[in-house]
């Protein structure tokens, strides 16, 4: 099967580029647009009818530039709109969501700690998925502030490590040896992280996973592009810079108006 249209793929902002290089290095014959809706982070404060519009706001844009999947890489709008998208559209939709499963799967103090916003830990999709995991405590941590400091282009300053120890020292104290990274945005705090959590603490996130999904629906239902150019395109409805920078400038970002 083949189907040469892009792959969309949207987040509250630039974190979401933490999927779009897992899917790029999977799949790099398929040609990517990625949204960064900068202009509404975060979402992880919004209420669930507002992340749904959001989510439907990004998706029709998406469907304008006539992709053939969408790609929700946000844990907060997967949690709180990902069944309202389906339930709408008639395209596919891949989902992310804090990867409990494994975390919890191979624990071994049956202690694992989850790093998320309040969004996505106060959703039902997030408290149906932990509750299956009965006999291993979960200890949940919304990470304040983190999502405004990466999209402000702040990763390593001084307020990010302090808010950092602060959301880790407890985890670490309550003996996890899984840290499940429940945002697309966290993955670019992987360095400090690991400054602070001992060697033997797992770090977790979801995009690899998120990637062989996406190549299992195109492999399914979808089809692969039989060009051998991805040509990725990012839009941002802020300014370009934060967001070209953490594509080490190597793309094209155009800033738009959606
Ligand atoms: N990247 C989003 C997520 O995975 C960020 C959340 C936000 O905008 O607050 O949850």
């Known amino acids: 099967?083949?189907?040469?249209?892009?792959?969309?793929?949207?987040?509250?902002?630039?974190?979401?580029?933490?999927?779009?290089?897992?899917?790029?290095?999977?799949?790099?014959?398929?040609?990517?647009?990625?949204?960064?809706?900068?202009?509404?982070?975060?979402?992880?404060?919004?209420?669930?009818?507002?992340?749904?519009?959001?989510?439907?706001?990004?998706?029709?844009?998406?469907?304008?530039?006539?992709?053939?999947?969408i790609v929700v890489a946000c844990n907060t709008a997967t949690t709180n709109a990902i069944q309202e998208l389906r339930a709408k559209y008639n395209v596919p939709f891949i989902g992310i969501e804090p990867a409990i499963k494994p975390a919890a799967t191979n624990s071994k103090t049956q202690t694992i700690g989850i790093l998320a916003t309040q969004g996505t830990l106060n959703s039902e999709l997030f408290h149906k998925t932990a509750e299956k995991?009965?006999?291993?405590?979960?200890?949940?941590?919304?990470?304040?502030?983190?999502?405004?400091?990466?999209?402000?282009?702040?990763?390593?300053?001084?307020?990010?490590?302090?808010?950092?120890?602060?959301?880790?020292?407890p985890m670490i104290e309550a003996n996890i040896d899984y840290l499940v990274l429940g945002c697309s945005h966290y993955p670019y705090l992987i360095p400090q992280i690991k400054k602070i959590l001992p060697a033997h603490i797992h770090i977790i996130d979801s995009g690899e996973a998120v990637a062989r999904q996406t190549q299992n629906v195109l492999k399914e239902k979808v089809g692969f592009s039989t060009e051998d150019k991805s040509n990725p395109v990012f839009y941002t409805n802020t300014a370009p810079k934060v967001l070209s920078e953490i594509l080490e400038n190597k793309y094209t970002v155009i800033q738009k108006d959606f």
């Open 1 to 69: 099967m083949e189907d040469n249209r892009p792959i969309g793929i949207f987040d509250s902002g630039i974190g979401g580029t933490s999927i779009w290089a897992a899917i790029h290095q999977l799949l790099p014959n398929e040609k990517t647009i990625y949204l960064a809706d900068s202009k509404n982070a975060p979402y992880g404060q919004k209420s669930k009818a507002e992340i749904i519009a959001l989510s439907i706001k990004n998706t029709e844009f998406l469907l304008k530039m006539d992709c053939k999947i």
């Open 133 to 169: 995991f009965q006999d291993i405590k979960i200890i949940e941590q919304v990470g304040h502030g983190l999502v405004q400091l990466i999209e402000n282009g702040e990763i390593n300053s001084p307020e990010m490590t302090k808010l950092l120890h602060s959301y880790l020292t």
